[in-house]
């Protein structure tokens, strides 16, 4: 079966650094890769989107991208800020699977000052 | 902030009691889902709908049943909780028309069976 991996639990930054996390996947390649907020006791809220065929997706200080030579993508924030501490999750969609989502066990990111 | 409303937000009940968690959305979404998540643990999706009087098993075994009278009402069903149902569960929903289409998520129901 698929599996989605978030290989870290955490990550610790600087105030202003660019935040790298890392979403890999096995086996087939997923037709989109979705990225997802969460706040502690609160549901996800929807990023970004990617399509199989697509490099790389930016909005705002965000920026994903898909490299299926690599079966990976990498989320960015930039300029990171304390309010950008939050874990976030990584799903996948693969065709046939009726827009079904399998998420990864997410990142946790905390940003200091 | 989503349109997509749960409750209980928490949930402490005894071993064998019978519950309902309601979820309801205003979007006029025809999917809806479950999904459960424990701790530092991914989401997994339980049931979901897509659309009235459809009703499908998800990913993880559950022993939770789920009904779809209404579109925008996806009550989910546990006849008698135990510890082994300790956990968060999820519900959100989302458009039809794209199969990739983002989901909208509630706040969630924290259930600790006793």
């Known amino acids: 079966s698929q599996k989605i991996e978030q290989n870290s639990e955490a990550l610790n930054i600087q105030e202003g650094k660019t935040a790298t996390l890392t979403c890999n996947y096995t086996?087939?390649?997923?037709?989109?890769l979705q990225w997802y907020r969460q706040d502690p006791g609160r549901g996800p809220v929807f990023l970004l989107l990617?399509?199989?065929?697509?490099k790389e997706k930016r909005k705002e200080r965000l920026k994903v991208t898909f490299d299926t030579t690599l079966k990976q993508s990498l989320f960015h924030i930039t300029a990171s800020q304390p309010a950008d501490s939050a874990t976030y999750l990584c799903?996948?969609?693969?065709?046939?699977?009726?827009?079904?989502?399998?998420f990864g066990k997410g990142t946790k990111l905390s940003v200091k000052p | 902030e989503a349109d997509i409303y749960q409750t209980p937000r928490y949930l402490v009940i005894g071993t064998g009691k019978k519950i309902t968690l309601e979820c309801s959305q205003t979007?006029?979404?025809?999917?809806m889902y479950w999904y459960q998540q424990d701790p530092g643990m991914e989401l997994h999706l339980i049931h979901y709908?897509?659309?009235?009087?459809?009703?499908e098993k998800g990913d993880l075994s559950s022993e939770s049943t789920v009904s779809r009278i209404r579109t925008e009402h996806f009550p989910l069903t546990l006849e008698s909780a135990r510890p082994s149902h300790t956990s968060q569960y999820l519900c959100?929903?989302?458009?039809?028309?794209?199969?990739?289409?983002?989901?909208?998520f509630g706040p969630g129901t924290r259930l600790t069976v006793l």
């Open positions: 086996n087939y390649s997923p037709a989109y």
């Open positions: 959100a929903s989302s458009e039809s028309g794209q199969f990739y289409n983002e989901q909208f």
């Open positions: 990617i399509r199989e065929n697509e």
């Open positions: 979007m006029g979404h025809d999917k």
């Open positions: 709908s897509y659309g009235v009087n459809s009703t």
């Open positions: 799903a996948a969609v693969y065709g046939g699977s009726q827009g079904n989502l399998i």
